[in-house]
């Protein structure tokens, strides 16, 4: 049920976050659902302080409620693709938090079209994602998963 008086913020993320965002990375159904295979630590950890807060080309933000990280929302380049990605930790699904952090970050990042490629069936990612404007543009597989394509314009 969501809950318009959460106080749900972004803000940049610094390394302290990470251990955080890595422990949401490893939760189950987290992974059952976005079908997204979560990095040994190392590996999180690389990626996130190379690819992500050492590019200066992606867009990062902690989501934030009540002051503790709720997970992140991401902006990068993939080729003239500006892609969008998020993920939030099981504490904070079902909340509207979410939905309050993805309208806060789409008003920071200004690139359109963006696009977004949820696994199909993750149904609370598709439906965040129709909430906002974006519309399905087709289905693309990462390994042996399908994935719906979407962008805003």
């Given amino acids: 049920m969501s809950d318009d008086s959460e106080d749900v913020r972004l803000r940049d993320v610094v390394e302290d976050d990470l251990e955080c965002l890595l422990a949401y990375e490893h939760d189950p159904e987290a992974v059952r659902r976005s079908r997204f295979t ?12 190379s690819r ?3 590019d200066d080309t992606v867009f990062v933000q902690a ?12 902006a990068w ?8 990605g998020y993920w939030l930790g099981r504490p904070y699904w079902g909340r509207g938090i979410g939905s309050r952090a993805l309208t806060l970050f789409l008003e920071r990042e200004h690139n359109r079209p963006l696009y977004a490629d949820p696994a199909d069936g993750n149904t609370g990612s598709v439906r965040l994602l ?17 994935h ?6």
Avoid: I
């Avoid at 380049?77 to 969008?84: I, K, N, P, S, T």
């Avoid at 129709?130 to 399908?146: A, L």
């Fill in 77 to 84: 380049w993939e080729g003239d693709r500006r892609f969008l």
């Fill in 38 to 49: 979560p990095r040994p630590r190392d590996a999180f950890l690389r990626h996130w302080k």
């Fill in 130 to 146: 129709e909430k906002h404007g974006f519309r399905r543009t087709g289905t693309v597989r990462h390994g042996e998963n399908e």
């Fill in 63 to 74: 989501v934030t409620v009540g002051g503790e990280v709720a997970g992140s929302v991401v």
């Fill in 52 to 54: 992500v807060l050492g």
């Fill in 148 to 153: 719906v394509v979407f962008v805003l314009s």
